[in-house]
C-alpha cells in the first residue's frame, strides 16, 4: 500500500514539473498573443499619417481594417485541422512566421487594392493561433493546472494595451529614417519580431512531454 510519504513526494514531484514546464511554454505562447494583438491595434495608430500618404478615405481603411476578420473566421477551422495533421509545434510557427512576414508587408501599402489583399491575407495567416495555442497547452497539462494557464496566457491582452500605445507613439517618431514613414516602420518594427518568434518556436516548443528535454525521468 503506497505510504502517505510516497504520495506527498509524488505530488511534489508533479507540481514542480508543471511549474517547470509552464514557465518553459506560457511565456513564449503569451509573447506570441501579445505581439497578435498590438498587430491588430497597430492600424489605429498608423492610420494617423498612413491615409494621407497612400490616399485612403476613412471608408477604405476601416473596410480594410475589418477584412481581417473575413480571412481570421474563415480560415480557423481548417487552420486547426492542419494544426492536428501537422503538430501544434510546426503549425504556431508557420502561423507566427507568415502573419509577421504580411504584417511587415503592410508597410508598402500603396492603394486601397494593396490593403484589402494585405488585410485579408493576414487574417487568414493569423487564423488558429489562439485555439491552436490551446490546444497544445491542454496537450501538457491537465485540468488542475490547465485554467491557471489559459488565465496566464490571456494576460496578453490588456497587456497588449498597455504596451501597444506608448511603443506605436515611439515608433510613429522615426518618420524619414532610412526614407520611411513612420507608420511603414510601425508596420515593419511590430512585425519582424513575430517572425523571429515563429522560428525560434521550432526549436523552444518541445512536441511532447515524453520528449520534453526540459524533463527529467
Known sequence: MESAEHRAFMQTAEHRAFMKTAW????????GYLLNYMDRNNVGFAALTMNRD?????????FGAGILFLGYSTCEIPS?????RFGARRWLARIMITWGVVSAATAFTVGPRS??????LLGIAEAGYFPGVTFYLATWFP????????????????ASTV??????????????????????WLFIIEGMPVVLLGIAALWLLPVRPEDAPILNA
Request: glycine letters at 12%.
Open 24 to 31: 518553459r511554454l506560457v511565456p513564449f505562447v503569451t509573447i
Open 54 to 62: 497612400t490616399g485612403l478615405t476613412a471608408t477604405q481603411f476601416g
Open 80 to 84: 486547426n485541422i492542419a494544426l492536428y
Open 115 to 120: 490593403w484589402y489583399a494585405l488585410r485579408l
Open 143 to 158: 485540468a488542475e493546472y490547465r485554467a491557471r494557464m489559459l488565465a496566464w496566457f490571456l494576460v496578453a491582452v490588456p
Open 163 to 184: 504596451v501597444g500605445g506608448p511603443v506605436s507613439g515611439l515608433i510613429l517618431q522615426m518618420d524619414g529614417m532610412a526614407g520611411l514613414k513612420g507608420w511603414q
